[in-house]
């Protein structure tokens, strides 16, 4: 059974995005709540913060376990990661505002809603920008 799934996370691109998206995304939601619920902040500020620490989080699993990516130019990674964290911030942001202000959808949807969106769109800029020279094979389309 082990063996399996070994198997399958080693051959699929696509399902070790999901799960590494999935747990940085986990830790994400959380502190989105957290700071909300426990702390009293505007979902704005805690869209900010949780994006913010969710970024290191999701780096780290996109580049070694995701695309399993071993280029050591890892400054070149960060910066284009940096731009695309704050071109995802942007997204989220305006996307949160329009789910939760127009379309008074229930904050913790809204949030799981703009992570989807957001990370379809970062898939393609890490496989083909940041994380390009991966080792990736043809069993590893999709």
Known sequence: MIS???T??????????????GLSSSVDIALFSFFIKV??????????????????????????????????DIHRQVVMYSIL?????????ILLYLFIDKLHIWYA?????AIGLVA????????HIIFKKADFDLSSKI
Do not use: C
Request: charged share 10%.
């Open 8 to 21: 399958l996370l080693n051959r699929y691109l696509i399902l070790r995005y999901i799960i590494s998206g």
């Open 109 to 113: 949807l809204a949030q799981i809603m």
């Open 39 to 72: 702390v009293g902040l505007h979902y704005i500020v805690s869209a900010a913060i949780s994006v913010t620490i969710s970024f290191v989080i999701r780096f780290y699993l996109q580049k070694v376990f995701a695309f399993k990516d071993r280029n050591l």
């Open 4 to 6: 399996k799934i070994h």
């Open 120 to 127: 379809i769109a970062s898939f393609f800029v890490y496989r």
């Open 85 to 93: 964290y704050a071109l995802s911030l942007m997204m989220t942001t």
